[in-house]
């Protein structure tokens, strides 16, 4: 019998895709399951021996998964699955609304602790690992400001909240972090930035036969929570170029925190990522969470966790004391 954590994968895009690949690299893992809206005979996976369910039948596997990573978009997928699956498993998942955590999280918390399940919410690198370098250097640095700057990068999130515009075929966003805001605050000098002066977000867009460009554009810079605080660029292009030119989702940004200690001793923080694939990345720190979760419950633990609730050696597949001789 193995003693692998039986993992299963809801939604299978291209986060789900990434996961898989994850835990292909995790030899304390497995993977038992895909559940899928589409037709599951239709989905091919990469290992063909893994098999795949309908989302209706996923009930039926409460018993057979340890964790159930929820790989669906934050718009509207997770709100509604989240709070849901949290009564039947122990899950991750890699919501990314800001702006909504708070009540995101108590729902979901509501339903694991209903279940006695233990669910870890928000997980990936912001939020996620960004979030966990910004609580580092406000505890570090009391006296200071913290910037986060995103990309050069394509958003998964925010290209996901396009593609559901009604006349949207397909789209994909990217969002560009100011040079110049950058280069202010890596001075030290701690500028007062507008979330227009850090950061502009440009758009490629496949409009679907006889839509309304107009009408697109007007939906998409004045979304709330994802572009109407922006300046906002809508491209229109063909389905050939979008598959052509934006098919790779690169993406990273940086956390820093500039502060003051002592009398006048300025010290910066910062933490970067560059990435070539943005979903294969995330994908990944849902695995690592994954595990934390599992043990927790193998703890006793219950209900929703963020990133800050976790002790970072849970997300290690090493013991407590190997670590301690490899890496402190």
Same mark, same amino acid.
């Given at each position: 019998?193995?003693?692998?954590?039986?993992?299963?994968?809801?939604?299978?895009?291209?986060?789900?895709?990434?996961?898989?690949?994850?835990?292909?690299?995790?030899?304390?893992?497995?993977?038992?399951?895909?559940?899928?809206?589409?037709?599951?005979?239709?989905?091919?996976?990469?290992?063909?021996?893994?098999?795949?369910?309908?989302?209706?039948?996923?009930?039926?596997?409460?018993?057979?998964?340890?964790?159930?990573?929820?790989?669906?978009?934050?718009? @509207?997928?997770?709100?509604?699955?989240?709070?849901?699956? $949290?009564?039947?498993?122990?899950?991750?998942?890699?919501?990314?609304?800001?702006?909504?955590?708070?009540?995101?999280?108590?729902?979901?918390?509501?339903? $694991?602790?209903?279940?006695?399940?233990?669910?870890?919410?928000?997980?990936?690198?912001?939020?996620?690992?960004?979030?966990?370098?910004?609580?580092?250097?406000?505890?570090? &640095?009391?006296?200071?400001?913290?910037?986060?700057?995103?990309?050069?990068?394509?958003?998964?999130?925010?290209?996901?909240?396009?593609?559901?515009?009604?006349?949207?075929?397909?789209?994909?966003?990217?969002?560009?972090?100011?040079?110049?805001?950058?280069?202010?605050? #890596?001075?030290?000098?701690?500028?007062?930035?507008?979330?227009?002066?850090?950061?502009?977000?440009?758009?490629?867009?496949? &409009?679907?036969?006889?839509?309304?460009?107009?009408?697109? #554009?007007?939906?998409?810079?004045?979304?709330?929570?994802?572009?109407?605080?922006?300046?906002?660029?809508?491209?229109?292009?063909?389905?050939?170029?979008?598959?052509?030119?934006?098919?790779?989702?690169?993406?990273?940004?940086?956390?820093?925190?500039?502060?003051?200690?002592?009398?006048?001793?300025?010290?910066?923080?910062?933490?970067? &990522?560059?990435?070539?694939?943005?979903?294969?990345?995330?994908?990944?720190?849902?695995?690592?969470? $994954?595990?934390? $979760?599992?043990?927790?419950?193998?703890?006793?633990?219950?209900? @929703?966790?963020?990133?800050?609730?976790?002790?970072?050696?849970?997300?290690?597949?090493?013991?407590?004391?190997?670590?301690?001789?490899?890496?402190?």
């Amino acid at each position: 019998m193995s003693n692998k954590i039986r993992i299963a994968i809801a939604g299978y895009g291209n986060l789900g895709r990434g996961v898989e690949s994850a835990l292909a690299r995790s030899p304390d893992m497995e993977l038992v399951g895909v559940f899928t809206r589409r037709d599951p005979g239709k989905l091919v996976l990469q290992n063909s021996q893994v098999p795949v369910h309908s989302m209706d039948q996923i009930s039926n596997f409460v018993n057979s998964v340890d964790v159930l990573i929820l790989c669906g978009g934050s718009k @509207a997928d997770l709100p509604e699955q989240g709070p849901e699956l $949290a009564k039947l498993f122990n899950t991750v998942d890699s919501f990314d609304t800001h702006a909504k955590v708070p009540d995101y999280f108590a729902a979901v918390d509501a339903s $694991a602790r209903a279940g006695q399940r233990v669910c870890v919410i928000a997980v990936g690198w912001d939020p996620g690992l960004f979030s966990i370098n910004r609580l580092y250097g406000e505890a570090i &640095l009391p006296e200071g400001a913290t910037y986060t700057f995103w990309g050069k990068g394509l958003s998964q999130g925010h290209s996901d909240a396009i593609r559901r515009i009604p006349g949207v075929a397909g789209a994909v966003q990217y969002t560009i972090p100011s040079p110049e805001a950058i280069e202010k605050v #890596r001075s030290g000098s701690r500028p007062a930035l507008s979330t227009r002066e850090k950061h502009m977000r440009e758009c490629f867009v496949v &409009l679907e036969a006889g839509a309304d460009a107009n009408l697109v #554009r007007e939906a998409i810079v004045t979304m709330p929570d994802y572009f109407a605080d922006y300046d906002t660029t809508v491209n229109f292009i063909s389905a050939h170029d979008l598959a052509r030119d934006h098919a790779e989702m690169p993406h990273g940004g940086f956390v820093i925190r500039s502060g003051t200690t002592g009398t006048s001793s300025t010290q910066i923080m910062e933490f970067g &990522l560059k990435l070539h694939s943005n979903p294969e990345f995330t994908s990944s720190v849902l695995v690592a969470y $994954a595990r934390a $979760a599992y043990r927790l419950k193998q703890q006793g633990d219950v209900g @929703a966790k963020s990133v800050f609730d976790i002790a970072p050696g849970l997300l290690s597949p090493k013991g407590a004391a190997e670590l301690r001789k490899e890496l402190l």
